[in-house]
């Protein structure tokens, strides 16, 4: 049973088990008729060749035949609906054309590969594990996917330093059983863990909800192998904690979202286990009262702090209907925050844990909650957080936004988002499904130790006149409140035309400048970023 905070029993005690989502398209599922090309494509590049029945060839010289998917437009024999898992992201909100797909297992391939199509102007989107947000792992036209799939092997572990070396197609989730083994984690969690790849975590400079407590990619990560446009590897695969010999050319590279070079290797730190893991959740009645209890629970708590998490009602309402799951709570709440410590001294971190909580509880800041009794419960806790993206995609066509904002008013937009569609007559808050409304959901989650918000709205459809009571108003909120555009997801598609909202035309100048230094043909991941 979960230990109440307040008593020591809880009206509803059990959580039904939830999977870890694995995340996969939806547009073969109940909702694909929901999901319309919303968003406007760039024209296609003329400086990018038609790939030839040649072009095939010459990639089946560099690979075997059953690491190459190919349309007969170009000589192959795959049927189009077999690339589609590699054209469409996740939420089939992007989708792409492309006719080849391209499967490699070494870095060598990796480098023929982009040789030839450097040599030859023919464009290429790098492809992980396709659980991306913004647009930035799908092609917008005809691009040849290179996926990182196949590159799956651990090449090193030293266990005296936590140190990891792998190809960049290892999935996370396998990568935290392999540490875990050996008494350590991996520094970033996600809850697409268990599809997406350290290489496209590094690419994108995922955050997660570690982040709290171990920091950003660009502390983790110690090396890299890229393979560069025109062919060229680029080995830093250092395993070394201190290098101050020049330029650290591998943070070009993390975030650089594919558009630069193709991580082919990662070198990691993982910190070691902790030995003591507490979680609980907490019912809170206001946004207010969210920032007062991690600001105490940021006191009380110190170093063994290590996740903070939030969400809205709206959010709990979905998690719950899409995943067969019970709250661990007495009722309902306007807010739920999870709060997770991790340590080395069990009691030392339950009687912190314990006073933060009774402290919450007498201060009237948090109204009810629950404490995880065993592993199980931590799990089942951390899934009703990790389910929340994948339930809001099954309840509607979701328009998602990653936002970094000053934690004060990080949830103020979620509000001022829903009065503007209201006010416009496509949103009515509390309304009963089946209206003639077309946005169902206006809700936001994330965390708030480093003030991410994650906002949603889920309407019927991805439609223009949805979209553009809140784009680029949104970007707009954002800057006026001086916030980032994307936290830790990454621009891409999506963003590219509103990356003026958090960089300079100076810094955006630069940035152009470093990509044609690297890809003065530009056929890496075109049409994103910048």
Known sequence: MFAAVRTRTIARTSLLRAARPVYKTLGSGTHAGLFSRYYHK???????????????????????????????EIGGTADPIELD????????????????????????EVSEILKYCNDQGIAVVPQGGNTGLVGGSVPVHDEVVLSLRNMN????????????????GCVLEELGNYVGERDHIMPLDLGAKGSCHIGGNVAANAGGI????????????LGLEVVLPDGTVLDNMSTLRKDNTGYDLKQLFIGSEGT????????????????????????????????????????RCGEILSA??????SCMGAVLKHHDLKSPLSSDFPFYVLIETSGSNKDHDDEKLGALLEELMEEGIVEDGALAQDETQISRMWSMREGIPESLGKTGATYKYDVSIPIPVLYDVVGDIAARLEKASLFKPEEQPGSDHP??????????????????????????RVTNIFEPFVYEWVASHRGSISAEHGVGLMKRDYLGYS??????????RIKNLFDPKGILNPYKVV
């Open 42 to 72: 760039p024209a296609r590049s003329t400086a990018f060749k038609v790939l030839t029945e040649g072009d095939l060839r010459h990639f089946k010289s560099i690979l075997p035949a059953e690491t190459i998917l190919a349309t007969p």
């Open 85 to 108: 898992g590699f054209n469409a992201d996740w939420l089939n909100k992007y989708r792409g054309n492309s006719q080849l797909v391209l499967r490699p297992k070494t870095t060598k």
């Open 153 to 168: 092997k651990i090449r090193s572990y030293d266990e005296l330093s936590g140190i990891l070396v792998c190809d960049a």
């Open 210 to 221: 570690r982040f709290l407590r171990y920091g950003t990619l660009h502390g983790s990560v």
């Open 260 to 299: 630069l070079g193709i991580i082919t290797g990662v070198s990691i730190a993982t910190p070691r286990k902790p030995s003591s893991v507490n979680v609980a959740v907490l019912g809170v009645p206001s946004y207010e009262k969210v920032q007062q209890a991690f600001k105490l629970a940021r006191r």
């Open 308 to 313: 903070y998490e939030f969400w809205d009602a």
């Open 439 to 464: 946005v169902k959901l206006v809700c936001g989650y994330g965390h708030i130790g480093d003030g991410n918000l994650h906002l949603n709205i889920v309407a019927e459809r991805f439609e223009d």
């Open 503 to 512: 960089k300079s035309p100076e810094m955006i100048d630069y940035m152009r």
